[in-house]
């Protein structure tokens, strides 16, 4: 990287003679930061946070990333905070706005915190040292001499001090030094600390903005009827009855769709019940779910594309004294966010402003513009609070709806998807089958383990090549990426082209992967009389292998699951028709995990009562934050254990909302503990992680309960007997 | 188009709207009150929820013709009205993630502990079984709903 380029730079003038100190971040290395001068070409950089200190004191934090629950408005300027020694309740905490500044604000990967943790840290300490130099200037003593506190510099020999805004002048005129020392962690007052949530008070009394409660004067409301199957087009149109419902203002063809706008979201509704339309399906009308799932069941005993191979499992099968095999299943799921799709548009003059809950604001813009056919500097993005993301947020489509939609009837425009609407023209995670086998040998150790997924590519955004040499490594999560060892091992992925959205999802393909191993090797746990915990520890007990990918952290997986079986009380005797079961996982090869569901069967109803989770995400910027994280992980989970799947027929969606698809309610919900080791030497992601060992555990705990064994997504009523 | 009453958070408002028009929309529509959240409009997720009283209801399920001549609390007047011990124990137990379901989760909550009941775990799940959280802010609800209640028992 051009040294050069790692400067801050002060814009002064632009802070009302305050302090503005700026960072870029390249995001196409996932911690690799510049700091990039704003005068610059910023082409090759992705601005990142805005740190700015005003006269009066108010500390300004812009946030380069979106707030969608899991805590980014807190957790990110806490970083800030921590070296600049910022008096937390004088810190001010905006979403920035995509652009030249901030080309990047797409929120994914549980990466926001892990790839800032250092950037956002030397930012605040360097604009630190800045207040600390202009002080001492002032008082005409040695910076060494003066210490900070919260929103102050103090000189103990003298006694003086000076609040940061009263040195925010004199700071912004000070060059802005390469390098800062950042604290001892035994110095953070912030870092590592429980620190509440900021938008708290305003989620409690209403005020706080999502997308939905965008309101713009003259703004109307507008419902939008699509084809019940993907890429049917519209064939008839009679939209007499739609127009004279009351309050009803326009029906407006928008692409395939129709859009019925209205004074107020019920007469968009109410319009668009009154809709009279013939749809020619196309080709997925003849897509069914239950014909798929066989499909990739059958799929799963062929041979596909080799993600990983190590000796020779085949033979190794072939030749072993005692063979295994299960398939596992899991279904389409789809997000549903409590907040469904919607977004505000005003396209005027030329230019669009677009008021929505994003995951990728960027995109957002980007993808209106091009529909408009304008630059994309004309695009304005307000990024409201989302309410849900879970990767859902990361298509924009309704921003390109209602950006067609404002310009088709000259006024801003809201648009609402129903909740039918969410759940039946989202993306989905895609389904999969899990042939899995093992080969023992005469003393019940593991001679060959063998993974093969047949599912379909992900087409969210850019189609994945279905030849792409990397297909297994893209799609199997925990099965290319298996921590543990064998003597021989092989996973594969069989492709099974399915002609729906299919997309990103909380977690990704970990769900779907970790939860067939973590199962057989339960399975193979029992059929072999070892403790499910002992197997693990054992396939682990070599230490660090030779492969820095898959076999780097197997010491800091053994931790964790160490550490859960202790709080769980692994071991210890339950009541008959009770039962502990274990999953862990390695994510992405940094965030271990481990989890011990603790259920009860009783009359066919499974009931869990307890989740004991260990993390070792490194070092924890906020308690509070990370435990939400995993409650929220471990209910995420549970609802694709327990709740509802999307399924098809005749290409249409049969889920409506809530009452067919199920999620977690709060009776249903564990008593969830989250245990810590930071064993990573920086913190790791967080957000995604602790779903990928939930659906695994909890279907071992029901084995223990139960001696039934499943191996399917979601557990249906008929399984428990 | 009809004419209607009704008062939301002590204030009267007359409201032109059709008949059918769910109370939902009226609030968020008419009356500018976005507090009260859309989550599914078919009473299966209690987003919307508001208080008429000690009662909490669906207001995606009431029309705006019954709902006339009534008397509604939604999450804007919560605090005026008597509910700030919840807001407190909501902000002090970090219960929201998203925060999208937390105003019906707040006033399902505040209208069970005015209603005088036992708060314990059978009395929270009977008053708030029907809200959906895809966040799973579940386990700090349970803890904020009884630490409120513990609140307000301090406070007589």
Known sequence: ????????????????????????????????????????????????????????????????????????????????????????????????????????????????????????????????????????????????????EPGRVRHPPSGRSLGYGALAPDAARIPVPPEAALKQPAQFRLIGHPVARRDAPRIVNGSAGYGLDVRVPGMRFASIERCSVTGGRLRTLDDSAARHVPGVRDVVRVGEAVAVVGDHTWAALAGRRALRTTWDEGTVASFDSRAFRLRLAEASNGRGSLGRS?????????????????????????????????????????????????????????????????????????????????????????????AELSRAIAAPVQVVWTREDDMRHGFFQPA???????GLDGSGRIASWRHCEASSA????????????????????????????????????????APIPLGPWRAVFAPSNVMARECFLDEIAHATGKDPVTLRLDL?????????????????????IRLVAEKAGWGRALPSGRGLGIAAHVYDGETTLAQIAEVSVAKGALRVHRFVCAIDCGPVVNPLGLAAQVESAVVWGLSQTLGGEITFRNGRIEQTGFGDYPILRLSETPTIETYTIAGAPRPLGAGEQPVAPVAAAALNAVFAATGKRIRRLPVASGDLG | MPTFRLTVNGVPHEVQAPADMPLLWVLRDLLGLTGTKYGCGVG???????????????????????????????????????????????????????????????????????????????????????HLCRCGSYPRIREAVKRAAQLRRGAR
């Open chain 1, 1 to 148: 990287m051009n040294p050069s380029r790692r400067e801050f730079l002060k814009l002064g003038a632009a802070a009302a003679g305050g302090l503005l100190l700026e960072l870029a971040v390249d995001g196409t290395l996932r911690a690799e930061v510049a700091f990039a001068a704003r005068s610059e070409s910023v082409d090759a950089f992705r601005p990142f946070a805005w740190l700015a200190i005003e006269p009066s004191g108010r500390t300004l934090i812009t946030i380069g990333r979106v707030e969608m629950g899991q805590g980014t408005r807190t957790s990110l300027p806490m970083l800030v905070a921590e070296e600049l020694d910022a008096d937390w309740s004088l810190v001010e905490v905006e979403t920035a706005m995509p652009g030249p500044d901030f080309q990047d604000m797409r929120t994914s990967g549980s990466w926001s915190v892990g790839g800032r943790y250092g950037p956002l840290r030397q930012m605040g300490a360097r604009a630190r040292a800045m207040l600390v130099a202009a002080a001492a200037a002032r008082w005409g003593v040695s910076p060494d001499d003066c210490v900070t």
């Open chain 1, 310 to 402: 190590v000796g020779d499992a085949d033979a190794a099968l072939a030749q072993a004294a005692r063979r295994l095999e299960a398939l596992y299943e899991y279904p389409f799921f789809v997000h549903a966010p409590l907040e469904p799709m919607n977004a505000v548009a005003h396209v005027r003059d030329g230019r669009c402003d677009l008021w929505l809950g994003t995951q990728a604001p960027n995109w957002a813009q980007e993808d209106v513009a091009r529909r408009l056919a304008i630059d994309p500097a004309k695009v304005q993005v307000h990024v409201q609070l989302l309410g849900g993301g879970f990767g859902r947020r990361l298509g924009v489509e309704h921003a390109i709806e209602a």
């Open chain 1, 432 to 438: 999969a089958a899990h042939r899995m086998s093992a």
């Open chain 1, 458 to 497: 992900q087409n969210f955004r850019d189609r994945i090549d279905p030849h792409d040499p990397d297909l297994a490594a893209i799609h199997m999560w925990g099965g290319v990426d298996n921590p543990y060892t064998y003597p021989a091992m092989r996973a594969e992925f069989v492709l099974v082209e």
């Open chain 1, 540 to 560: 682990l007990a070599a230490g660090e292998g030779a492969d820095p990918r898959h076999e780097a952290t197997r010491s800091r997986l053994a931790a964790v």
């Open chain 2, 44 to 130: 299966s997720c209690a987003a919307c929820t508001v208080r008429e009283g000690r009662e909490a209801l669906h207001s995606c399920l009431l029309t705006i013709g019954d709902a006339a001549g009534r008397s509604f609390l939604t999450i804007e007047g919560l605090a005026a009205a008597g509910g700030s011990a919840v807001q407190k124990a909501w902000i002090e137990a970090d219960v929201a993630h998203c925060g999208y379901c937390q105003p019906g989760m707040l006033l399902a909550a505040s209208a069970l502990i005015e209603r005088g009941a036992t708060i314990d775990d059978a009395a929270i799940d009977a008053a708030l079984d029907n």
